[in-house]
């Protein structure tokens, strides 16, 4: 029987991340609403997803 333990668990910053990533390919404004200075490991999760998504967004829109 396979061991899917590992699948109950999660990133509590996947979240943020997932957020971002949205945000970015379906071109949503910027809006990273996690304090850089409390939330840090969000802030920056988000910053990511939001960079990865937008270039996504741009590759598939130029067509590569």
Do not use: C, W
Request: aromatic share 16%.
């Amino acid at each position: 029987m396979p061991n899917y333990k590992h699948q109950l668990t999660r990133n509590k910053y996947d979240d943020a991340y997932v957020m971002g990533y949205h945000n970015g390919y379906h071109a949503v404004k910027y809006d990273n609403q996690y304090d850089e200075d409390t939330l840090a490991e969000y802030h920056i999760k988000f910053k990511h997803g939001y960079t990865a998504g937008k270039l996504l967004r741009v590759k598939e829109e130029s067509g590569l």
